[in-house]
């Protein structure tokens, strides 16, 4: 959500900003349904103060025992123009909310202008590919050769998109969530939390995800929706809540299934756990003091990178341009772990300031200490990392010429000591 005073203040900063983007501007049509508001407001105003006065006229005539037919007909009158007035008001302001509820977080800045994914920016590369003497398998085929990645049993089950893990794999995944649990809530100072999977409407809109992109999600039939992310029950956390400063920043953790329709992918990645409806990751989410938010952004993205650094899989960092960030985001990272069955790098994480987008939608503010006013908190969000996509590159990056494949040694306490998986004989 967006400052309607900014607006106001600056509409052509606005537009500009939209433009960086790639949109058109929306400053006009809000600043119309906002003059319309707040002259709405002045009606009301005018018109209650008026039946405040006529009644108290009609008072003293009454007591004076003269007529006040008059004047009660003006009450009667003033009345239909308060109704009215509040009826303008309340119609004015849900076009608002519609329009602005409609439109992305402004980007910071100092993030990259460019149309789409090309104009995003590389900042840093680290680890080196491993180079093979065999022709290295892609994750689906080193699975089926185990026999422990079934996605025909799972279409069965659910149809296109869905995977069946098994025997060591499946360890292999809890062993990864487990991993990185323990690193963000032992070394990173996170706090570990197990939300609900199903939500209502308002959390969703709280974090953005409704009211433009409800064909991304599930919905079941009782109106809840299932999380595309531990993001929107985590953030919402704080929804509605006014806290005292001296609590930011709170970090949270969390290790859940995530379901998304991928309305808009069709044809892309169905080979593959690449992109499923239902994945399991651990969420990063901070909320933080404006005044610190950049450099949580720059600590968030750091304590996912060391997940990564600890599994020893080479991966890049990249700043994302105006045209490729999410619809919330101020400014997004995104982290990005090599493959080498597919020669190229691929997102494993995004990590993300909203500034005080999301808290204007979910009212979560903080009093700073000694003061009278409140202030919207910045939240941020990223994956700590993708557990699916992370068994990914595992797998890739960890295969040997004979079909199996070496265990990370920072898994082996997760995995009974055990340093390879090979196929069931």
Same mark, same amino acid.
């Given at each position: 959500?967006?400052?309607?005073?900014?607006?106001?203040?600056?509409?052509?900063?606005?537009? &500009?900003?939209?433009? !960086? !983007?790639?949109?058109?501007?929306?400053?006009?049509?809000?600043?119309? %349904?906002?003059?319309?508001?707040? /002259?709405?407001?002045?009606?009301?105003?005018?018109?209650?103060?008026?039946?405040?006065?006529? $009644?108290?006229?009609?008072?003293?005539?009454?007591?004076?025992?003269?007529?006040? @037919?008059?004047?009660?007909?003006?009450?009667?009158?003033?009345?239909?123009?308060?109704?009215?007035?509040?009826?303008?008001?309340?119609?004015?302001? @849900?076009?608002?909310?519609?329009?602005?509820?409609?439109?992305?977080?402004?980007?910071?800045?100092?993030?990259?202008?460019?149309?789409?994914?090309?104009?995003?920016?590389?900042?840093?590369?680290?680890?080196?590919?491993? @180079?093979?003497?065999?022709?290295?398998? @892609?994750?689906?085929?080193?699975?089926? #050769?185990?026999?422990?990645?079934?996605?025909?049993?799972?279409?069965?089950? $659910?149809? /296109?998109?869905?995977?069946?893990?098994?025997?060591?794999?499946? +360890?292999?995944?809890?062993?990864?969530?487990?991993?990185?649990?323990?690193?963000?809530?032992?070394? %990173?100072?996170?706090?570990?939390?197990?939300?609900?999977?199903?939500?209502?409407?308002?959390?969703?809109?709280?974090?953005?995800?409704?009211? #433009?992109?409800?064909?991304?999600?599930?919905?079941?039939?009782?109106? %809840? =929706?299932?999380?595309?992310?531990?993001?929107?029950?985590?953030?919402?956390?704080?929804?509605?809540?006014?806290?005292? &400063?001296?609590?930011?920043?709170?970090?949270?953790?969390?290790?859940?299934?995530?379901?998304?329709?991928?309305?808009? /992918?069709?044809? #892309?990645?169905?080979?593959?756990?690449?992109?499923?409806?239902?994945?399991? *990751?651990?969420?990063?989410?901070?909320?933080?003091?404006?005044?610190?938010?950049?450099?949580? %952004? &720059?600590?968030?993205?750091?304590?996912?990178?060391?997940?990564?650094?600890?599994?020893?899989?080479?991966?890049?960092?990249?700043?994302?341009?105006?045209?490729?960030?999410?619809?919330?985001? +101020? #400014?997004?990272?995104?982290? &990005?772990? =090599?493959?080498?069955?597919?020669?190229?790098? +691929?997102?494993? $994480?995004?990590? $993300?300031?909203?500034?005080?987008?999301?808290?204007?939608?979910?009212?979560?503010?903080?009093?700073?200490?000694?003061? *009278?006013?409140?202030?919207?908190?910045?939240?941020?969000?990223?994956?700590?990392?993708?557990?699916?996509?992370?068994?990914?590159?595992?797998?890739?990056?960890?295969?040997?010429?004979?079909?199996?494949?070496?265990?990370?040694?920072?898994?082996?306490?997760?995995?009974?000591?055990?340093?390879?998986?090979?196929?069931?004989?």
């Amino acid at each position: 959500m967006h400052d309607i005073k900014l607006i106001r203040d600056n509409p052509q900063a606005f537009d &500009e900003a939209l433009a !960086r !983007r790639g949109l058109p501007p929306s400053a006009a049509r809000i600043l119309e %349904h906002d003059q319309r508001r707040r /002259a709405a407001q002045t009606a009301f105003q005018e018109a209650q103060s008026r039946r405040n006065e006529v $009644s108290r006229q009609v008072g003293v005539v009454k007591k004076q025992g003269g007529d006040a @037919q008059a004047l009660m007909e003006e009450v009667a009158a003033l009345k239909d123009r308060i109704a009215a007035a509040e009826a303008g008001e309340r119609d004015a302001a @849900q076009a608002i909310d519609r329009l602005l509820l409609a439109i992305p977080n402004l980007p910071a800045e100092d993030v990259p202008d460019g149309p789409d994914e090309t104009a995003n920016v590389e900042l840093r590369r680290v680890g080196t590919p491993r @180079q093979f003497d065999f022709e290295p398998l @892609q994750h689906d085929a080193i699975g089926a #050769k185990l026999g422990m990645m079934d996605f025909e049993a799972a279409a069965k089950l $659910s149809g /296109a998109r869905f995977v069946v893990l098994k025997d060591k794999l499946a +360890r292999l995944e809890r062993a990864l969530g487990a991993f990185m649990l323990d690193l963000q809530t032992g070394e %990173h100072g996170y706090q570990e939390v197990n939300p609900p999977l199903l939500v209502r409407d308002d959390p969703l809109y709280g974090t953005g995800q409704l009211p #433009k992109f409800g064909e991304d999600l599930f919905r079941v039939n009782t109106g %809840h =929706w299932l999380i595309p992310t531990a993001e929107v029950p985590l953030t919402n956390l704080v929804y509605g809540d006014l806290l005292d &400063e001296a609590r930011l920043p709170i970090r949270m953790t969390a290790q859940t299934p995530c379901f998304r329709s991928e309305a808009g /992918a069709a044809g #892309k990645d169905t080979r593959g756990m690449i992109r499923m409806h239902q994945f399991t *990751k651990v969420e990063l989410v901070s909320i933080a003091h404006p005044d610190q938010s950049a450099e949580e %952004h &720059e600590r968030m993205t750091a304590c996912a990178e060391e997940v990564l650094k600890r599994l020893g899989l080479p991966y890049r960092v990249i700043v994302l341009c105006t045209g490729d960030m999410g619809f919330s985001s +101020r #400014k997004t990272y995104d982290i &990005e772990v =090599w493959l080498p069955a597919q020669n190229t790098y +691929r997102e494993i $994480s995004s990590c $993300s300031n909203c500034g005080d987008f999301q808290a204007r939608r979910m009212n979560a503010r903080f009093r700073p200490a000694g003061g *009278k006013n409140t202030r919207f908190v910045h939240t941020l969000n990223g994956s700590g990392l993708a557990v699916g996509r992370t068994l990914v590159a595992v797998l890739e990056n960890y295969q040997q010429a004979d079909g199996s494949v070496v265990i990370p040694e920072v898994l082996r306490p997760y995995m009974r000591g055990e340093d390879v998986i090979r196929a069931n004989v």
